[in-house]
């Protein structure tokens, strides 16, 4: 039992890590591209 809370405690510091990772990517390729605000997104997308 213990080793199965293990387990599931290494699985989603992973799932955080690999969201960290994928965060990090995405601003590194984004670098110097405007960043638009979230009223813009949604105006710009037709969200209320």
Avoid: F, S
Avoid at 13 to 35: I, Q, S, V
């Amino acid at each position: 039992m213990k080793r199965k809370r293990h387990l599931t405690t290494l699985r989603e510091e992973l799932e955080d890590l690999n969201d960290y990772l994928d965060l990090t990517e995405a601003r590194m390729h984004d670098a110097g591209k405007p960043r638009l605000t979230h009223a813009e997104v949604k105006k710009r997308y037709g969200l209320k």
